[in-house]
């Protein structure tokens, strides 16, 4: 699809597994242009998959600025709302939902586009990424007819299998989804450069703060 993710928490707590067996390239996506750039659609992609990072790692870096006023104000240690802020990419930038002031959004999101390209990549990645829902159902469906498959055709075995593959699935999703956002939806954005923030409408109507990118190699 050509947007992702949405509602997403403020408390980067989140642990992946550490697959980064190819370390990302300020150039990567740049090369990648110049040598295919006869592939329709390429450069869309590449800054989909860019903007989609910046978006997550904006998520995180506002959760983290509420977080320390939270804490300012209740006194108490670990009082996070993890449902403050969501977000929806394009190729041309990103929707930021929720209640933000503009300062903050623009501070917030210079702060991540720094962070990131300067070697933080976790903030790529985020546990409530539509990705992650999406593999959760693909896992549970796989394995669920596998287990159908496999096991004899009775209520209670297929009961059984059916119970497996769910808990499973929902074991494993978190870790698969992280590896799909940091290797395949996601890309650090090396090439991105915010060029303004409005406040505009969605294809759903509804009103957000739109941050616009540009490409710069």
């Known amino acids: 699809m050509n947007s992702s993710t949405f509602a997403k928490g403020s408390d980067n707590t989140f642990d992946v597994l550490n697959f980064d ?6 150039t990567q996506d740049a090369e990648l242009l110049n040598q295919l750039s006869f592939v329709p659609g390429l450069k869309e992609i590449l ?9 997550h790692a904006t998520v995180w870096t506002l959760g983290e600025s509420h977080s320390v006023v939270r804490k300012k104000t209740t006194h108490h240690k670990d009082v996070v709302d993890n449902q403050l802020y ?11 939902y ?3 002031n503009i300062s903050d959004l623009r501070r917030s999101v210079n702060l991540a586009l720094q962070r990131l390209t300067n070697g933080e990549w976790n903030l790529a990645v985020h546990p409530r990424c539509g990705t992650n829902a999406s593999v959760a159902m693909l ?11 496999l096991l004899p055709r009775g ?27 940091r290797h395949i ?27 616009k990118v540009k490409w710069r190699q």
């Open 86 to 96: 969501s977000g929806l990419s394009t190729e041309e930038g990103f929707y930021l």
């Open 98 to 100: 929720g209640e933000v």
């Open 185 to 211: 939806t996601t890309a650090i954005p090396f090439n991105l450069a915010v060029e303004n923030i409005t406040l505009k409408h969605d294809a759903m109507g509804r009103k957000a703060y739109f941050v």
């Open 139 to 149: 896992l549970t469906a796989g394995l669920a007819l596998g287990m159908h498959l």
């Open 47 to 55: 800054m989909l998959r860019q903007v989609h990072a910046l978006e």
């Open 21 to 26: 067996f190819i370390s990302p390239s300020p």
């Open 155 to 181: 209520p209670i075995e297929q009961l059984i299998g059916l119970s497996v593959a769910t808990t499973t699935a929902t074991e494993i999703a978190p870790d698969v989804g992280a590896f799909f956002q």
